[in-house]
Nanobody, 120 residues
Framework: QVQLVESGGGLVQPGGSLRLSCASS????????MGWYRQAPGKERELVAA???????NYADSVKGRFTISSDNAKNTLYLQMNSLKPEYTAVYYC??????????????WGQGTQVTVSS
């Protein structure tokens, strides 16, 4: 069973930066896609950024130009660099990984989440 563990959240002032990390217990090369989601109080979980196994990325419109998703295969870790943070980015951020098995089964893994609070 794959485990994903996020870290790096915290309290930051508007305009500040944070880098989130997601450490995988298994090789991230086995995943088809990895991504970051967030869920604010009273709202649905939404995709923030994703990266495919061949390095293609996509971002939510609200974070384009501010966030960068990346991965380090040697460390089996996914990152989210967040710059120019806004109060509306306050949420619990979750790491996600999809693995499409050769038998057609899609496995989805989630981390426990890390709180990001943007406030002065």
């Amino acid at each position: 069973q794959v485990q994903l563990v996020e870290s790096g959240g915290g309290l930051v002032q508007p305009g500040g930066s944070l880098r989130l990390s997601c450490a995988s217990s298994g090789s991230i090369l086995s995943f088809n896609t990895m991504g970051w989601y967030r869920q604010a109080p009273g709202k649905e979980r939404e995709l923030v950024a994703a990266i495919t196994g061949d390095g293609n990325t996509n971002y939510a419109d609200s974070v384009k130009g501010r966030f960068t998703i990346s991965s380090d295969n040697a460390k089996n870790t996914l990152y989210l660099q967040m710059n120019s943070l806004k109060p509306e980015y306050t949420a619990v951020y979750y790491c996600n990984a999809h693995l499409l098995h050769r038998d057609g089964t899609l496995y989805k893994y989630w981390g426990q989440g890390t709180q990001v609070t943007v406030s002065s």
